[in-house]
């Protein structure tokens, strides 16, 4: 998928996952890390093809009884952010999006399945060069559309625990 006009391409993700109850309504929820921009640059898109996107539509109430609706909430998923709430740098939310059983999203015609390429697009490029834009995961692994994503911390983290777990071994030999 290449930039639309005006438009900065974050991430994508292709999934297929099963519901209970064939024409029903699915919920998805993916992770999503800030680049210290308001959610209303945010643009989540399903392209059946580059000539036919559908747009999904931000609700700031979850709504689970409509195709095609989308809202973030925190990592925790105890707070739904409105159009105006800054997603910031490196800290990770979740996006929440609904696609019905064979519906107009759904690009998978069997029963219980729901097959969705989801992309997200932002106004505005990220302030530094991302850590990982641009996916397409369809392994159903836990992957993260990602701007600004600051893993340097972590890294280091699991660096020193490895050492001192090599000291802590090197110690009970002796």
Request: hydrophobic fraction near 40%.
């Amino acid at each position: 998928m290449q930039e639309k006009a005006g438009k900065a391409f974050l991430g994508a993700k292709q999934f297929t996952a099963e519901i209970a109850k064939p024409n029903k309504i699915g919920v998805v929820s993916l992770q999503l890390m800030g680049n210290n921009r308001p959610l209303k640059t945010f643009h989540v898109m399903n392209y059946r093809s580059n000539t036919d996107p559908l747009s999904y539509k931000f609700v700031e109430k979850a709504n689970i009884n409509t195709e095609g609706n989308f809202w973030v909430s925190d990592i925790f998923q105890e707070k739904q952010l409105g159009l105006n709430d800054v997603l910031e740098a490196g800290k990770a939310y979740y996006i929440h999006f609904t696609v019905m059983d064979n519906g107009k999203y759904d690009l998978n015609s069997a029963e219980k399945q729901i097959k969705d390429p989801m992309y997200v697009y932002s106004d505005t490029l990220p302030q530094e060069a991302s850590s990982g834009a641009f996916f397409i995961d369809d392994d159903n692994s836990g992957c993260s559309i990602g701007t600004n994503a600051m893993y340097d911390f972590a890294a280091l983290l699991f660096i020193a625990l490895g050492l001192v777990g090599i000291r802590l071994y090197y110690n009970r030999q002796d």
